[in-house]
């Protein structure tokens, strides 16, 4: 094979081909069919050639640009492993980040007045992440590893103060601040820092319609499927247990329904909190019930969410920012709720297994009542099968669970008694709000 440089050709080419691309082309010649190949230089015009590299910038151009907005929009997982639920306290001095690791709290979030230099380097001695608002100091302090999230404005969803006062009295509250503008704010906070989540905490509006604290926008829930889309986690807080309101006092049950709610309306690609609460906050009368908060933490998570905040501060009848500590027993339940919510971090945070195949509840009457009134989910986890239920009343039941497969005899977890099952279910009884968790105790029978 060899080049014939008298048959090399000059012309202009239409087709997209780079300028000053050699194409070689096989051609016969001669009586004894000798292969020589022909080779064609094709210039492009200079029209042609810009021509070929501002398409070339453009697709590059688009490239980077789907890039970004890829990156931009896939919501990024907070650092924790499978096996660690993420349980938080609210708006607590970072002095104080020991104290609550102690009882089981792995998480901060929100800080006073920062995040400050000074607020980031205790934390980070403590070893205590946080999610926290985004400023000058989050993004550029050397201790901002210690930062897993940002933190947009809380209860934005509920009427806002007017700014300004007149001689002693507010102006008064004005408008919710509007879906729209807070998915901007999140766009510019992912924009500056793509890397980290970023949460929503909601108000009182995702569980309770009523609730006048919307202003002009109450009785509105049309507005929150438009407000999740300002974060990557969703949170929201209503205190039941502290409610003056005769309407809400003492119904644990919205804290399930707008979990379910929350969920509904974000998609399977954000991920659901809920803020507990543990202090009587503006009611002096309220009695704070240890076993009320595990009830709020375990109907939350057997409805879904997949992380806990818990509000500690109390306002009347006197200030208190860290509540637990000056109540011993109510910190040492709640470390106790901790330990055991961190103990099945593993279980909860596995897909849910669809064991259960009906629900039967009885009043203290033996009549029959509305399945509504218990939350039931179940998993299978080395080779084990676990049921997790809690009521939704505030009056005893009986409950009767059916399953798909029969699961022998079940362990109830932390209250040392065994249950029997009759065939494919088992009966149990709820006193007010009571949980019950279950674990098959053969191995081997719920093997995927």
């Not at 969703?234 to 309407?247: K, N, R, W």
């Not at 500690?312 to 637990?324: C, I, L, N």
Request: proline share 7%; with cysteine; aromatic share 8%.
């Amino acid at each position: 094979m060899h080049w014939d440089s008298a048959d090399k050709v000059r012309r202009r080419s239409a087709l997209p081909v780079a300028p000053g691309k050699y194409i070689d082309r096989p051609q016969k010649v001669g009586a004894g069919g000798t292969a020589r190949r022909t080779l064609i230089v094709r210039r492009a015009s200079k029209v042609a050639r810009l021509r070929y590299w501002w398409c070339a910038g453009r697709l590059i151009l688009l490239a980077v640009i789907g890039l970004a907005q890829t990156v931009l929009a896939a919501s990024p997982r907070l650092p924790f492993a499978d096996d660690v639920f993420p349980l938080a306290v609210w708006l607590q001095q970072p002095v104080h980040a020991q104290k609550y690791k102690n009882l089981g709290i792995n998480l901060y979030v929100g800080l006073w007045q920062g995040p400050t230099a000074a607020q980031l380097a205790t934390l980070k001695q403590a070893g205590m992440p946080v999610i926290c608002e985004q400023n000058e100091a989050g993004l550029s302090d050397r201790n901002r590893d210690i930062i897993i999230g940002w933190l947009q404005q809380d209860e934005p969803d509920n009427a806002q103060p007017l700014v300004g006062k007149i001689g002693a009295a507010r102006l008064g509250w004005g408008s919710p601040v509007s879906p729209a503008e807070m998915q901007e704010r999140y766009r510019a906070m992912r924009a500056r820092d793509p890397s980290r989540p970023v949460l929503l905490g909601l108000g009182k509006g995702v569980a309770w319609d009523s609730w006048k604290g919307r202003g002009n926008r109450t009785g509105h829930p049309e507005d929150y499927p438009q407000y999740v889309k300002a974060g990557d986690i969703l949170a929201f807080d209503i205190y039941p247990a502290a409610e003056t309101d005769p309407a809400l006092a003492g119904r644990l049950e919205v804290v399930a329904g707008g979990v379910k709610r929350l969920l509904a309306w974000a998609g399977p690609e954000r991920t659901v909190w809920n803020t507990i609460g543990t202090s009587k906050v503006k009611n002096p009368d309220a009695v704070v019930n240890p076993q009320h908060i595990r009830s709020q933490v375990w109907m939350s998570i057997i409805n879904g969410a997949r992380g806990i905040i818990y509000f500690v501060h109390q306002f009347e009848p006197r200030f208190v920012e860290a509540t637990w500590f000056e109540s011993p027993d109510i910190a040492a339940a709640i470390g106790r709720i901790n330990a055991e919510v961190q103990g099945l971090a593993k279980v909860i945070l596995s897909p849910a297994s669809g064991d259960i195949a009906s629900i039967g509840l009885r009043d203290e009457n033996l009549n029959p009542v509305p399945s509504t009134g218990i939350a039931v989910t179940s998993r299978r986890k080395d080779c084990r099968l676990y049921v997790f239920a809690t009521s939704l009343s505030s009056k005893p039941l009986r409950a009767g669970i059916q399953l798909r497969q029969a699961p022998g005899t079940l362990d109830v977890i932390g209250e040392g008694r065994p249950l029997p099952a009759s065939g494919k279910g088992f009966e149990d009884d709820f006193q007010s709000y009571a949980v019950h968790l279950y674990v098959s105790s053969a191995r081997n029978a719920f093997c995927e």
